[in-house]
């Protein structure tokens, strides 16, 4: 495997962190094709520590940039199926009785991993759903009363059909909170799609992938994201934003505190992405959406379904002053 020492590069100076983030964001696409953006907002997430949820239509590579990303990182990977007839239990593990040693014995779920594919999350029940709130907030799980720690790091990529479509359950707000960033992936140019048949398809490419970082890399990329600065000017722009969806008359509810903090810390890792040691106020434009949009609630009449919902925050971005 091979790994690029960042431990003290990237504190040190956060250019240093721009060329081999730019390599495992090329080693991605390999896999995802035409889809640039994406990729960097999937690994701004993942070094600010967030999950990401991405609603989009079946086949467009939401599964291939979660493999991608784990595989380019050398982490452990596990996809769950979400079904209706989907248990909690399914996902944390049970406890066994042995026989031998005449003691329960926890046996781990598909949740104990590094990087967790929860495929069409709203195809199960809000109680299996709910299995993942811990997990996702506190990075731990409880089963019967007992406390586990998840590997670290620990990164939930979730997938999500349209509400319209049947046999599905809408995430309630609360589970929403707890990604990061919602994306879309859409359908990749024409000219990177006759590559992709060309070349064999995703599975070839995915089985010979590289990994070119550690889980020693990302928690250093992970630590130096904290220590770049945001000015009091930038933070009072964050909460003007936030402020603006809350009193907002297109807005039932607005964009919770935590949906603050973690605009603020995906704006850090954006900025040390682009190897700067300062975010600017184009991080917070280019963030506001895929943080926020699935945070907050349109009023009835304000229009309905993610499209307007992200022209409605473009509304209350454009609508702001910009911090000089």
Sequence with gaps: MTSTPLAAAALDDPFAAAGPIRRLEDNVGRVLRGKPEVIRLAVVSLVAGGHVLIEDVPGVGKT???????RSLGLSFQRIQFTSDLLPSDIL????????SQQFEFVPGPIFANVVLADEINRATPKTQSALLEAMSEGHVTVERKRFVLPQPFLVIATQNPL???GTFPLPESQLDRFLMSLQIGYPPLDDERDLLLSGGVQAILEELPAVFDRHDLAALQQAAQSVTVSPKLASYLLDLAEATRRGSDFLLGVSTRGVQGLYRAVQALALCEGRRFAVPDDVQRLAVPVLAHRVVLRHGAGGGADATRAALERVVASRPVPL
């Design 64 to 70: 291939s940039l979660a493999h991608a990303l784990a």
């Design 93 to 100: 593990g049970v406890s066994i009785f042995n026989q031998k």
């Design 164 to 166: 319209e479509h049947q």
